[in-house]
């Protein structure tokens, strides 16, 4: 296991895996992480939708114009939503469960990759939520936030570059 500080310079979003799957236990450890992750006034009122099966999951990568086609080759993928109705955090609590997801699958030597499913769509106007729903038959309530793409990593990626760390968009309020 890395430390969390080259665990967090070592992330980086990955868009090519090979054909292994993700163990039963090592998913069992992603799903963990997110549902220990913290929520708005301790609710956990966010949902997951676990895919496994490549039909769906092909079908899922057509969900949105630009930006999803990489996850037909994902062996995993997972639906992060929320009830935008009864928890008006959900953007918020489904975002640092992803990230936690995130974090854990680095921790296991897994890649992953964010993708971004609200506010986007088709050009024929249904949006990614829609498609999805289609696909999966969710409760409707639920809103999709993104879907994470995970598998074994089969590109190499460089550590993140400490030269590269948009250190002016820190304001610092000193004292004097
Ligand atoms: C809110 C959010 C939305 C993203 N949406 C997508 C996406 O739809 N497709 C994709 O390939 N990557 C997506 N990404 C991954 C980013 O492109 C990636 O994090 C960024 O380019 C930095 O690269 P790194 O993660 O390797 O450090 C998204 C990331 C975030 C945080």
Known sequence: MKDFKTLVQCRRSHRRFTD????????????????????SMG???WHFAI??????????????EMGSQFMKNAPLAIVVMGDPKSNDCWVEDGSIAAMS?????????LGS???????????DGHTAN??????????ENLEVLCVLAIGHPADELKPQSEDDLKWEN?????DD
């Open 130 to 139: 829609e498609v999805i729903h289609g696909i999966l038959g969710l409760p």
């Open 43 to 45: 609710r956990r009122n």
């Open 20 to 39: 292994r799957e993700v163990s039963a236990e090592h998913l069992q450890l992603i799903l963990r992480a997110a549902l220990m992750s913290p929520t």
């Open 101 to 109: 997801m995130q974090y854990q699958a680095e921790d296991l030597g």
């Open 51 to 64: 895919v496994d099966n490549k039909r769906d999951i092909e079908k899922m990568a057509d969900a949105k």
């Open 170 to 174: 820190v304001i610092i309020k000193s």
């Open 113 to 123: 990759c964010w993708i971004q499913m609200r506010n986007r769509g088709l050009a």
